[in-house]
């Protein structure tokens, strides 16, 4: 179907198949898959995708089997109405928010890494992935790889949680599924928020419903990550 930047996916009518070869002997995609599901982070929609693990001197190989559907990279260059948009965003959301219950901080969320499926949305890679409760160095945002570009904008304090990275990253995906470019962003009041420039070229406007999302998103605060993904589930719901 098609190769990315680190696996490359198959597909037929029903199913797909998506191989990553890895030149690391540490099988970590496999690692957290598993630890997301030994620590009952998931739902019944994780029971429909399977993963496997070979592990080689020089590298590994993961399999993933997942039932037919595309990445939010494919969906991007598909017209959605609003509603299909507001969907797609709770079952991010969602998904992100069963990370951070488990501890695991997924560090990468990007649109081509991101499958969606009947109804579910999984991730496919979790190499920029960090589980809080077994790396127990990791304590803030400084600590990861990940968070050094939104430490350098301004955007994240080094001191601030982990967890933090991965709302951000929210904000990126989602603003990519509205308006099909990345996101700019602009502090007014000690507060960030979106460029008011950056929807003004496209068809979705910037409506009030978005302007409070990327606000809360942006400025968590001292709120968890946990409490703010179910502010914003609620409030994504309500436009349904």
């Not at 037929?12 to 990553?20: F, R, T, Y």
């Not at 997301?36 to 998931?42: E, F």
């Not at 080689?56 to 260059?77: A, K």
Request: aromatic residues 8%; hydrophobic residues 40%; proline residues 4%.
């Amino acid at each position: 179907m098609e190769t990315l930047k680190d696996f490359t996916l198959y597909c037929s009518d029903s199913s797909a198949v998506l191989l990553k070869v890895d030149g690391s002997g540490v099988p970590w995609d496999f690692f957290i898959s598993s630890q997301l599901r030994s620590r009952r982070c998931g739902d019944e929609a994780d029971a429909d995708v399977q993963i496997c693990c070979h592990v080689f001197e020089d590298g590994c190989l993961t399999l993933w089997r997942i039932p037919h559907g595309d990445t939010l990279q494919d969906l991007l260059t598909e017209p959605r109405a609003g509603a299909d948009v507001s969907l797609l965003v709770v079952l991010l959301l969602e998904l992100v928010k069963r990370f951070h219950f488990c501890r695991v901080v997924h560090g990468g969320l990007k649109p081509d890494s991101l499958y969606f499926y009947l109804s579910g949305i999984t991730a496919l890679d979790f190499s920029s992935s960090v589980d809080l409760q077994l790396q127990t160095d990791v304590t803030t945002a400084q600590d990861l790889p990940s968070a050094q570009k939104y430490i350098q904008q301004g955007l994240l304090s080094p001191s601030a949680s982990p967890y933090q990275v991965d709302l951000i990253g929210v904000g990126e995906v989602v603003h990519m599924l509205l308006f099909n470019r990345p996101m700019t962003v602009k502090q007014e009041n000690s507060a960030w928020t979106l460029d008011e420039g950056s929807g003004s070229q496209h068809s979705v406007p910037v409506q009030s419903l978005w302007k409070d999302f990327f606000h809360m998103i942006l400025n968590p605060g001292l709120k968890c990550s946990e409490l703010v993904l179910s502010e914003l589930i609620s409030i994504v719901k309500n436009s349904l």
